[in-house]
């Protein structure tokens, strides 16, 4: 299955990009981050949260969707 | 001046009319932060006519505010940005009442202040103040408008209403120090904070006419750079809600990323206050401020426990007192803070309140 992973705030500074294609197959959402964190070691260092299909889920969430957001919290104004 | 004049535009909105009117001036909203998010939101809210609008910052306007603080000019520098924007907006509608409060919101006195209001406007630029907000809204059960940025992104969303999701639901616990960086670390474009701060003020306005749909359980994602959007949603987390009901009063969160419920700068005082003084330099440090009065750092706590009355420690530069403020919170001693400036500083303020 393809998802469209996003990176919101830093994180896209992070990975160097705003969005991805993935084709590998995850169970969960945090099955996902575990690979993405291996991709991409800076993740491990911010909190973020993932929705799947415009949706917050928890990180045992069985990864249903085909569009994933990582969103860190913003605390700027 | 004619209020059938001023709102005339709303009252041709048959969705708004007269009795939406009458609910925007009978409702009670206080912007937390009187900056980037907090300039545009209390513009058009008192354009708007809400009723009573508070307005807290405990901050003076820098030259590099006026980049995207759009209340302030140039002769505003150095001037407590609560009293400025007061000043400002009241020329801009008489009818408000309106309350500054030149101070931060701290966690000894956010329910004392936010209980007087029904919607609390998150215009701060820390998560020691967002989480405090955040927790204090939801003892008190009144709804938070929050919304931030990050560089060319923002995030809006609208938290215990009715009953709905809390900040704590999103981001249950605050990230370590220095892991997300703010705006003076890594910089924004001036207009970001303020297209979001004008989403937070359209939020309030319609939940007070209750028009339409607030952003209620769901996230609001822009990235002004790609005009990309997206309404997320997120779910209650009774968990986190049980946590802070339980403990039924608010802490600060352990890793705070900033300062502001121990130090105090002059611009934040007034002349009427009744202020006890602690001068923690040695004795041959000059200027000497015995006007003040100040005890010393050697001075007996029970004496200052109870205070009712501000304790402000000052020394050359800010820093020992800083240090000494620190110890007294350890010791239990409410209501004590730090000068940000030093003795020289003190000394000039204190002459000019003489001569007022």
């Known amino acids: 299955m393809e998802i469209k992973v996003r990176y919101f705030g830093q994180l896209a500074e992070f990975t160097g990009k705003s969005e991805e294609i993935m084709t590998q197959d995850f169970k969960t959402l945090e099955g996902l981050k575990l690979f993405l964190f291996d991709r991409y070691p800076k993740l491990k260092e911010v909190h973020f949260k993932m929705a799947q299909d415009n949706s917050i889920e928890s990180e045992s969430s069985e990864l249903k969707g085909t569009l994933i957001d990582l969103l860190p919290p913003f605390s700027g104004g | ?356």
Not at chain 2, 294 to 303: I, N, R, V
Request: proline content about 3%; charged content about 25%; aromatic content about 8%.
């Open chain 2, 1 to 356: 001046m004619s209020m059938e004049e001023r709102y005339q535009r709303h009252f041709q909105l048959k969705e708004v009319g007269k009795k939406g009117q009458q609910k925007l001036s009978k409702a009670k909203v206080l912007v937390v932060g009187a900056g980037g998010l907090g300039c545009p939101a209390l513009q058009y809210l008192t354009a708007a006519g809400i009723g009573t609008l508070g307005i807290m910052d405990p901050d003076v306007v820098s030259l590099s505010n006026l980049q995207r603080q759009i209340l302030y000019n140039e002769n505003d520098l150095g001037k407590n940005k609560a009293k400025c924007a007061e000043k400002y907006l009241n020329a801009l509608n008489n009818e408000i009442h309106f309350q500054s409060f030149p101070f931060a919101l701290t966690h000894e006195n956010a329910l004392n202040y936010l209980s007087q209001f029904d919607i609390i406007v998150d215009g701060t630029d820390n998560f020691y103040s967002r989480y405090l907000i955040s927790d204090a809204c939801l003892l008190l059960q009144k709804v938070m408008v929050y919304g931030a940025v990050f560089k060319y992104e923002g995030q809006v969303s609208v938290f215990h209403y009715q009953n709905g999701p809390s900040y704590r639901c999103l981001f249950p616990s605050p990230p370590e120090l220095g892991e997300i960086p703010s705006c003076s670390e890594i910089g924004v474009l001036g207009i970001v904070p303020g297209i979001i701060g004008m989403y937070q003020a359209l939020e309030v306005l319609k939940i007070v006419l209750e028009l339409g749909e607030v952003f209620n359980g769901k996230l609001y994602c822009i990235n002004l750079l790609n005009h990309q959007t997206r309404i997320l949603d997120f779910k209650k987390n009774k968990e986190e809600i049980a946590k802070i009901k339980k403990q039924d009063r608010v802490f600060p969160i352990a890793n705070k990323d900033c300062s502001l419920d121990f130090e105090v700068s002059l611009a934040q005082l007034s002349s009427e206050e009744k202020i006890i003084w602690i001068d923690v330099r040695e004795e041959g440090e000059v200027p000497r401020l015995s006007h003040l009065k100040p005890l010393t750092s050697a001075l007996a706590l029970d004496s200052i426990k109870d205070s009712e009355e501000k304790v402000i420690a000052f020394c050359q530069t800010g820093q020992r007192s800083k240090a000494f403020i620190q110890k007294l919170k350890k010791e239990g001693i409410k209501n004590c803070f730090s000068l940000k400036e030093g003795a020289e500083q003190l000394q000039i303020w204190e002459k000019k309140q003489i001569s007022k």
